[in-house]
């Protein structure tokens, strides 16, 4: 799962990097050679050095990195999340915030209790 980019998967294509890693993990040359010949026929490898094979995308998104701010989030609600420069205060408030009869109720009925 990514969740920092709301995908539960990515897609890379397969390069010679990915050949490399099948012999450096005991893979046969067979073995490499009919995988490449596959993802070949099948157009999934990907050879960077052929401009021909560059993708055409119908958006292109440009973004300054410049303005790219590290932050943390929780794995139950990754929208959630606290640039690192405000973590501390965030983390203060949360330790004196009060919390409401309501909520403690509705965790009770909602969390997981072994049977």
């Given at each position: 799962?990514?969740?920092?980019?709301?995908?539960?998967?990515?897609?890379?294509?397969?390069?010679?990097?990915?050949?490399?890693?099948?012999?450096?993990?005991?893979?046969?040359?067979?073995?490499?050679?009919?995988?490449?010949?596959?993802?070949?026929?099948t157009?999934?490898?990907?050879?960077?050095?052929?401009?021909?094979?560059?993708?055409?995308?119908?958006?292109?998104?440009?973004?300054?990195?410049?303005?790219?701010?590290?932050?943390?989030?929780?794995?139950?609600?990754?929208?959630?999340?606290?640039?690192?420069t405000?973590?501390?205060?965030?983390?203060?408030?949360?330790?004196?915030?009060?919390?409401?009869?309501?909520?403690?109720?509705?965790?009770?009925?909602?969390?997981?209790?072994?049977?």
């Amino acid at each position: 799962m990514a969740p920092e980019y709301g995908a539960t998967c990515g897609f890379f294509p397969v390069d010679v990097k990915t050949l490399e890693y099948l012999r450096q993990t005991g893979r046969s040359e067979k073995k490499v050679a009919v995988v490449e010949a596959y993802l070949r026929a099948t157009g999934m490898f990907r050879d960077y050095s052929d401009i021909s094979e560059e993708p055409h995308f119908t958006t292109v998104i440009e973004l300054d990195l410049s303005k790219v701010v590290p932050c943390i989030s929780g794995p139950k609600r990754p929208h959630d999340n606290v640039p690192i420069t405000e973590v501390r205060e965030d983390f203060e408030k949360a330790l004196v915030n009060k919390v409401r009869t309501s909520d403690i109720t509705h965790m009770a009925k909602t969390s997981s209790r072994p049977n």
